[in-house]
């Protein structure tokens, strides 16, 4: 059997979808758009996409400094689920998830979507009770979740150890639609479906100033030259701070590393996605019989895009206490991320203090499962000035004390 690699799967794409290759290292074309998307990431493409599908505004460029899903999209553990504790997220978070039920057939491009189920193991009683609370909490928002015990656990997975060593598996937060999809095909199928749309994707086009006229957005100057539009959305994740600096202004968010690694192939042994919070390290079992493993993000803001050595050992550590199976697994491949983070652990789906520009950032380490329900929430709000999936989550909340504080849903120590 063939096996692509993300860079396959790009390759392939741009030699079949001639309109990207067109887009290629192109300079900056000379017309106004109605909408520039900065970034090519999921959330980035995703708003393209619902501001055509949505709201009829075709007329769009996306630029990309690097190639598209190159960044965080293409980086990612490729979790899926919306067992969140907040009202706001969970309606944002079950949107996206809804989404990806049926964004193969909406985008005619194979996500591999796969709701093989995401359980949270609860290893300390504080984890008990936090996860009931948010079992109850979803069971008010329609969300499926259920917290379940010690031996469901166990039935569920059976290569788990739950007798500890350090913690034993108490229970565990458990929605059985949640799952995974393929980080790159998603990026992939909304580019092409933007693309069919007749969008300019622009790659290898950094943006490097915010142009104004007075305090509205007028366009802005990339390495390729000037451009022009009407609407500004910057979705550059880890680069926001760096871009909203451009406009003149700041962002309550952070840039810090997170990493992964996976390991050689072997066979299916594990059908479902486990994260282990307290000795922290979380693991499912791709298509191609790879362990995709994570762990924490780094506990220093950097711009490095690869990680720490340390949590290699801390998480392979975590993981072979949980699985000890996997203990002579070798490892292949490591890499690195640089995510967003914002103070309550919460997006930022936001107008700015700039006139027709907007942002979306702050999805920290877990942003991949909420591509198509944020990059709903931005387009309406870029089209409608207004969403009710983006109302709370103004960048401005921080200044006023209305914190969506999900510090403990985000799963990933930070
Ligand atoms: P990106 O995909 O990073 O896209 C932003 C784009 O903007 C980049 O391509 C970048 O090149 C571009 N850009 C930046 N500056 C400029 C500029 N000046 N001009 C033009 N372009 C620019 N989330 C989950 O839900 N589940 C998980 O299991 C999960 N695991 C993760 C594991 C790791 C190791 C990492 C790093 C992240 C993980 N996440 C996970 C988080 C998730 O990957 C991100 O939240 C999500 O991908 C962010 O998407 P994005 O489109 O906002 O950003
Ligand atoms: O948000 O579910 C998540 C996640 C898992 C690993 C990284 N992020």
Redesign the pocket.
């Known amino acids: 059997m063939r096996r692509y690699s993300a860079f396959a799967i790009a390759r392939e794409g741009a030699r079949y979808h001639t309109g990207w290759e067109r887009a290629w290292k192109s300079p900056a074309p000379k017309k106004r758009y109605d909408a520039i998307i900065?970034?090519?990431?999921?959330?980035?493409?995703a708003t393209a996409y619902y501001l055509g599908k949505n709201h009829g505004i075709k007329n769009v460029a996306i630029?990309?400094?690097?190639?598209?899903?190159?960044?965080?999209?293409?980086?990612?553990?490729?979790?899926?689920r919306s067992n969140y504790l907040q009202d706001p997220s969970a309606a944002i978070y079950e949107k996206a998830r809804s989404l990806y039920e049926t964004m193969s057939q909406d985008l005619n491009y194979n996500v591999m979507f796969s709701p093989r189920g995401v359980m949270m193991l609860a290893q300390t009683e504080h984890e008990i009770r936090g996860y009931e609370r948010t079992a109850h909490a979803n069971a008010l928002q329609g969300v499926a979740t259920e917290f379940i015990s010690p031996q469901r656990v166990k039935e569920l997975v059976p290569i788990i150890n739950i007798h500890g060593p350090r913690y034993p598996v108490l229970g565990a937060l458990w929605q059985p639609r949640g799952g995974t999809a393929r980080?790159d095909a998603v990026?992939w199928g909304y580019a092409r479906a933007c693309s069919d749309m007749g969008m300019d994707i622009i790659q290898q086009?950094?943006?490097?100033g915010v142009r104004r006229d007075g305090n509205k957005v007028i366009g802005v100057d990339?390495t390729n030259g000037t451009i022009d539009c009407d609407k500004l959305g910057v979705?550059?994740?880890?680069?926001s701070g760096?871009?909203a600096d451009m406009a003149g202004f700041r962002l309550p968010i952070e840039s810090v590393?997170?990493?992964?690694l996976v390991s050689e192939p072997i066979k299916p042994c594990m059908d479902v996605v486990v994260m282990a919070n307290t000795v922290h390290g979380?693991m499912s079992q791709s298509d191609k019989g790879e362990m995709v493993i994570?762990g924490g993000a780094d506990g220093y803001n950097n711009y490095t895009q690869r990680g720490s050595f340390h949590h290699i050992e801390e998480t392979v550590r975590a993981l072979v206490e949980t699985f000890p199976m996997i203990s002579r697994l070798k490892m292949l491949r490591q890499?690195?991320?640089?995510?967003?983070m914002t103070g309550d652990r919460s997006p930022i789906i936001s107008r700015t203090p700039v006139e027709n520009m907007f942002i979306?950032?702050g999805?920290?380490?877990?942003?991949?499962?909420?591509?198509p329900g944020s990059g709903w929430a931005m387009a309406e709000l870029m089209a409608k000035a207004a969403s009710p999936l983006a109302d709370e989550f103004t960048m401005w909340r921080f200044g006023e004390g209305k914190f969506i504080d999900e510090s403990v849903a985000a799963g990933?120590a930070h």
């Not at 999805?363 to 591509?371: L, V």
């Open positions: 900065v970034g090519a990431g999921g959330h980035g493409l630029l990309e400094k690097g190639w598209l899903g190159g960044g965080n999209t293409g980086r990612n553990t490729t979790i899926i980080h990026a086009c950094e943006v490097t990339t979705v550059v994740a880890g680069h760096v871009l590393a997170l990493q992964a979380y994570g890499w690195g991320g640089i995510v967003d979306n950032c999805w920290g380490t877990g942003g991949f499962k909420a591509i990933v």
